[in-house]
Nanobody
């Protein structure tokens, strides 16, 4: 079984920054892709960002383009999410996810097999 552990969430004022990390364990080879999703009490889970493991291609939701950066450390099976210029609407529980190389598009949560427990990000005005 693959386990994902997120860290780095917290409370920050609008315009501030946070960095999230997610470490995958329980697998000997790298995932096809890893990504971040978020969910608040009023909405369904939504895509934030993803990165392919082999080539490092990145994908972002329109709402975070230019503000968030996803990156990876292949040797550590770790994915990061650098969040800058945070807005109150970014407030949500952020989930790390991992998947194999095949499946539906990377911005769809149903394509991911493994999920972390989530970390709370709260942005105040």
């Amino acid at each position: 079984q693959v386990q994902l552990v997120e860290s780095g969430g917290g409370l920050v004022q609008a315009g501030g920054s946070l960095s999230l990390s997610c470490v995958a364990s329980g697998r000997t080879s790298g995932p096809g892709a890893m990504g971040w999703f978020r969910q608040d009490p009023q909405k369904e889970r939504e895509f934030v960002a993803a990165i392919s493991w082999s080539g490092g291609s990145t994908y972002y939701a329109d709402s975070v383009k230019g503000r968030f950066t996803i990156s990876r450390d292949n040797a550590k099976n770790t994915v990061y999410l650098q969040m800058n210029s945070l807005k109150p609407e970014d407030t949500a529980v952020y989930y790390c996810a991992a998947r194999g190389p095949r499946g539906i598009p990377l911005d769809r949560s149903r394509g991911y097999e493994y999920w972390g427990q989530g970390t709370q990000v709260t942005v105040s005005s």
